[in-house]
Nanobody
Framework: QVQLVESGGGLVQPGGSLRLSCAAS????????MGWYRQALGRQRELVAA???????NVADSVKGRFTISRDNAKNTVYLQMNSLNPEDTAVYYC?????????WGQGTQVTVSS
């Protein structure tokens, strides 16, 4: 099993920035894929950004150029740096890890963009 602990959400004004963190209970070298999804009220959960196999990353078109996914292997942690936030980014953000063909999710962290 993989436990994921997220942090870093909150309330931010339009144009502001936040950084989300996701700490995994296992070495991220052993995890197949790891990344971030979000779910806005009344909408389906969607991919934001993720590390795929190898060193590839998948990033949603809606956040390209504004959000950056990164990782610290020594800390078993994946980050999501979010810049130029707008109200459409308001959602619960979930960390995801796929390990041995099983998907694991964090508890979610709320991001609210509002003036």
């Amino acid at each position: 099993q993989v436990q994921l602990v997220e942090s870093g959400g909150g309330l931010v004004q339009p144009g502001g920035s936040l950084r989300l963190s996701c700490a995994a209970s296992k070495s991220i070298f052993s995890i197949d894929t790891m990344g971030w999804y979000r779910q806005a009220l009344g909408r389906q959960r969607e991919l934001v950004a993720a590390f795929a196999s190898g060193s590839r990353t998948n990033v949603a078109d809606s956040v390209k150029g504004r959000f950056t996914i990164s990782r610290d292997n020594a800390k078993n942690t994946v980050y999501l740096q979010m810049n130029s936030l707008n109200p459409e980014d308001t959602a619960v953000y979930y960390c995801n890890a796929k390990y041995r063909d099983v998907n694991y999710w964090g508890q979610g962290t709320q991001v609210t963009v509002s003036s």
